[in-house]
Structure formats: structure tokens, C-alpha cells
């Protein structure tokens, strides 16, 4: 390795001297990751499978959107599913007529 004098270089030197290194570190990094794919992939083909595979991640499943279940007596554009907590006008609308069956929509 160069040996170098840090202190003799000016600030434009310094900074090329720096994004050298930067880059120098980041090539070692990908060549190692690489290195290390390549050895997995090996290990996998081996077992019979293959990496990607084994890696892969659980499909996520989202639920549909929910369809409205009730619908607000006053202000029709006001829904809920019956998914989730409950709607504060749901609830309010609970307190005072007592039963969700009339807040269904038909």
C-alpha cells in the first residue's frame, strides 16, 4: 500500500482521494456479496434447489376491498364494511336506535 501524506494534499485532492476510497469499498462490497451468492447458489444446487427459492418470500395476501354493511340514516354517503372499529357515527347511531339490523343496507 502507498503510503500517502494527508496532510500535503489539498481539499481537491483530499476529496478525489476520498471518493476513491469510497468507490474502492463499495467494489469490495458487491465482489463479496457476489462471491457469497455464488457460494449459496452452489450449496442450494446441491440440495436440489435453488436459491431464489429458498429465499423467496411469503406471498402476502391482502383481502379485498370490504363492500358497505351499513350505511348512515341521515348522510347516505356515510359506509362501513363492519370491518375494523367501529365508525363513530355507527356507534352513535347504536346508542340511539339500538340495533345494527337498521342500519343495514337492503
Given at each position: 500500500?502507498?503510503?500517502?501524506?494527508?496532510?500535503?494534499?489539498?481539499?481537491?485532492?483530499?476529496?478525489?482521494?476520498?471518493?476513491?476510497?469510497?468507490?474502492?469499498?463499495?467494489?469490495?462490497?458487491?465482489?463479496?456479496?457476489?462471491?457469497?451468492?455464488?457460494?449459496?447458489?452452489?450449496?442450494?444446487?446441491?440440495?436440489?434447489?435453488?436459491?431464489a427459492l429458498l429465499i423467496?418470500?411469503?406471498?402476502?395476501?391482502?383481502?379485498?376491498?370490504?363492500?358497505?354493511?351499513?350505511?348512515?340514516?341521515?348522510?347516505?354517503?356515510?359506509?362501513?364494511?363492519?370491518?375494523?372499529?367501529?365508525?363513530?357515527?355507527?356507534?352513535?347511531?347504536?346508542?340511539?336506535?339500538?340495533?345494527?339490523?337498521?342500519?343495514?343496507?337492503?
Amino acid at each position: 500500500m502507498a503510503d500517502f501524506d494527508l496532510e500535503a494534499l489539498s481539499i481537491k485532492e483530499l476529496k478525489q482521494v476520498q471518493k476513491a476510497v469510497a468507490k474502492a469499498i463499495s467494489s469490495y462490497e458487491d465482489r463479496q456479496r457476489a462471491e457469497a451468492r455464488s457460494k449459496l447458489e452452489a450449496v442450494a444446487r446441491q440440495l436440489g434447489n435453488t436459491l431464489a427459492l429458498l429465499i423467496s418470500s411469503e406471498v402476502k395476501v391482502t383481502r379485498a376491498p370490504a363492500t358497505a354493511k351499513y350505511r348512515h340514516p341521515e348522510n347516505p354517503a356515510l359506509t362501513w364494511s363492519g370491518r375494523g372499529r367501529k365508525s363513530h357515527w355507527f356507534v352513535d347511531a347504536l346508542s340511539r336506535s339500538g340495533s345494527a339490523n337498521d342500519l343495514e343496507i337492503a
